[in-house]
């Protein structure tokens, strides 16, 4: 099992950046595929990102192509996800997750994070 905690979500000006991070516990967080999702009030939950257990592959959603970049580091245990150029439409709670099915693109996760505030004022 593994618990996840985000963290530096925030308060943000249109065309700002912030980056997120997930810290992992446990000794084995190098067997997850991990992702981010987020969620705004009244929509559906979207994958934003995922990333390879060794990281050397990654997912995006069409929203964040080109402005987020999601990243690990496995010393550390933790994932991240930069976030530039953000628009208002990218508030919403983020929230990291870890999964040991390989797939990066579905949304079958086996571990959540509670989530970080995402705020971004136009």
């Known amino acids: 099992q593994v618990q996840l905690v985000e963290s530096g979500g925030g308060l943000v000006q249109a065309g700002g950046s912030l980056r997120l991070s997930c810290a992992a516990s446990?000794?084995?967080?190098?067997?997850?595929?991990m992702g981010w999702f987020r969620q705004a009030p009244g929509k559906e939950r979207e994958l934003v990102a995922a990333?390879?257990?060794?990281?050397?592959?990654?997912y995006y959603g069409d929203s964040v192509k080109g402005r987020f970049t999601i990243s690990r580091d496995n010393a550390k245990n933790t994932v991240y996800l930069q976030m530039n150029s953000l628009k208002p439409e990218d508030t919403a709670v983020y929230s990291c997750?870890?999964?040991?099915?390989?797939?990066?693109?579905?949304?079958?996760?086996?571990?959540w994070g509670q989530g970080t505030q995402v705020t971004v004022s136009s």
């Open positions: 997750a870890a999964k040991y099915k390989l797939a990066l693109a579905d949304y079958e996760y086996d571990y």
């Open positions: 446990g000794r084995t967080f190098s067997s997850y595929v």
């Open positions: 990333i390879s257990r060794l990281g050397g592959m990654t």
